[in-house]
Nanobody, 125 residues
Framework: QVQLVESGGGSVQAGGSLRLSCAASGDTSRDYYMGWFRQAPGKAREGVVA????????FYVDSAKGRFTISRDNAKNTLYLQMNNVNPEDTAMYYCAAGLSGVWYRMREYDYRYWGQGAQVTVSS
């Protein structure tokens, strides 16, 4: 079992930056792959970025490429999402998720067993 807690959400103006963190606790001894998903009002939740269990492989959806960076510090059991040059379309609830036995870069929700409670990101124009 792994518990995930996001932090760092908030309001930012378009063109600005924000960094989300996801602290993991519980059984952190295993090499979970992790990802960030988001859900905008009235829309389905979507995968944004993912990282493999040791941090060597990363996946970005097209809208995140060149603007978002995912990283992890396994010593601190923390996942990060650096968001740069944000725009209003990035406004959403952002969720941290982790899994062990799926295909991490497909970013399908059912491949991720553990989920955080979410952090709201609001981008104003």
């Amino acid at each position: 079992q792994v518990q995930l807690v996001e932090s760092g959400g908030g309001s930012v103006q378009a063109g600005g930056s924000l960094r989300l963190s996801c602290a993991a606790s519980g059984d952190t001894s295993r090499d979970y792959y992790m990802g960030w998903f988001r859900q905008a009002p009235g829309k389905a939740r979507e995968g944004v970025v993912a990282i493999d269990g040791v941090g060597g492989g990363k996946f970005y959806v097209d809208s995140a490429k060149g603007r978002f960076t995912i990283s992890r510090d396994n010593a601190k059991n923390t996942l990060y999402l650096q968001m740069n040059n944000v725009n209003p379309e990035d406004t959403a609830m952002y969720y941290c998720a982790a899994g062990l036995s799926g295909v991490w870069y497909r970013m399908r929700e059912y491949d991720y067993r553990y989920w955080g409670q979410g952090a709201q990101v609001t981008v104003s124009s």
